[in-house]
């Protein structure tokens, strides 16, 4: 069955001056209203306990359109400011909910700037995209086509912090599903190689991220050398963000190769649940682990599994996966992070991080075997943040033989 789906695409565009200044100015005005409205929920909440609602902000958006100083949102497109707080307003909802933290005020600086036309704000007509309040279309770069006779439902419009324009455009599309396999992966995230797959393949970092790497820390070098405020720091700082980015796009171009990869060739994914947060302490795992982007890697897998009807299973890693000899069951006490292969009691010789995949494979399997059956049952994990909201099913396997 072909699947229906929503899916973004995105592409750079050149604005003219004037779509230029008018889009900062909607982005301006789009954070503005953002932290205006946060602030007011936050002094109803932290003041009297009170939950403002969506509604309520959308008309004190209406009433600030009528003062004075707050004249000039109602020169800019209403639609991204209304979706400004609608945002505010999904952000509140899984602070409600607790998913996430109290929502933090958008940053001229460090937030990325964006503006949201929902189908009212603009007109597409044979390809060309001309959004409310412009006279002319976006000259957009079409770098991949639409899919035939898309027609995007809502446009996202931004800047990053490299100064580069891009839109976004939601479209239905139609998933032909991938041919079945009887197949099953299983990933580690790695330290030295991005990942390890259980068929023993290592998959590095991409080929360009060491040198990238080093540009980077050449561009930061220069602009912490340069005055504040200056002229020159400004533009050692657009280089900075420039190498940032290129890094980024290059990394998510891999990801995405190697996750469509991935997911076509299995039926069945199964990836450790890497907390993150723990295992950031230790230093020197922090950069490798925001460089292999573990994080971008499951989304993919989350999304391109449901969109090609693949099963991702994601196993806790509470057990020492790394630590387990996959021939016996055994578990080598020590295991020093420097130590890449190791021989079991039994005599089975592993590579580190195969072995760890191997296993997280079997956990996989076992489980996904067993059904939804199979509860958590680490301590924590019954109390707290593992009665989920994920999609993907999750299980533990025990530590029993795999
Ligand atoms: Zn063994």
């Not at 959004?131 to 898309?150: D, N, V």
């Not at 171009?253 to 450790?272: G, W």
């Not at 296993?359 to 489980?367: H, M, R």
Request: hydrophobic residues 35%; proline residues 3%; positive net charge.
């Amino acid at each position: 069955m072909a699947q229906h789906v929503k899916r973004a695409f995105k592409y750079r565009f050149y604005p003219t001056d004037e779509q230029a200044a008018a889009l900062s100015r909607t982005f301006g005005c789009v954070r503005l209203v953002y932290n205006l409205a946060l602030e007011e929920r936050t002094h109803a909440w932290y003041g009297e306990q009170r939950r403002v609602s969506y509604l309520q902000s959308s008309a004190a958006l209406t009433e600030w359109k009528k003062t004075e100083e707050l004249a000039f949102l109602a020169e800019v497109s209403s639609v991204p400011l209304q979706q400004a707080l609608r945002h505010l307003q999904t952000a509140f909802g899984s602070f409600f909910a607790k998913r996430s933290k109290y929502p933090r005020y958008k940053s001229r600086k460090k937030s990325r700037a964006s503006a949201e036309y929902t189908r009212s704000a603009f007109t597409w007509r044979d390809g060309r995209l001309t959004l409310a309040k412009m006279t002319t279309p976006l000259e957009i770069c079409w770098s991949r086509p639409l899919p035939e006779g898309a027609e995007p439902t809502t446009v996202t419009v931004s800047r990053d912090s490299a100064g580069r324009w891009f839109v976004s455009l939601l479209c239905e599309d139609t998933i032909a599903p991938a041919p079945a396999t009887g197949t099953a992966v299983g990933i580690d995230a790695g330290i030295t190689s991005l990942v390890t797959l259980s068929t023993g393949e290592k998959i590095t970092n991409p080929r360009h991220e060491r040198r990238d790497r080093g540009r980077m820390a050449k561009a930061q070098r220069e602009l912490s050398r340069k005055a504040k405020g200056s002229n020159n720091r400004e533009r050692a700082r657009r280089k900075v963000a420039r190498v940032h980015a290129r890094i980024a796009d290059r990394r998510r171009d891999f990801l995405h190769k190697l996750t469509t990869r991935l997911v076509r060739e299995n039926q069945t994914v199964v990836i450790e649940d890497l907390t993150v947060r723990n295992l950031i302490k230790n230093h020197t795992l922090a950069r490798a682990i925001s460089d292999a982007a573990w994080t971008e890697l499951r989304s993919m897998l989350e999304y391109k599994c449901a969109w090609y009807g693949r099963e991702l299973v994601v196993v806790d890693r509470w057990f020492a996966s790394s630590k387990l000899c996959g021939a016996c069951g055994t578990i080598c006490g020590k295991l020093p992070l420097n130590v890449r292969e190791w021989t079991c009691d039994c005599g089975s010789v592993h590579d580190r991080d195969v072995n760890a995949a191997r296993n997280i494979l079997a956990a996989g399997l076992a489980a996904s075997a067993c059904g939804d059956g199979v509860r958590p049952q680490r301590e924590s994990s019954r109390t707290g943040r593992s009665s989920v909201k994920q999609e993907a099913q999750r299980v533990t396997a025990g530590i029993h033989r795999l």
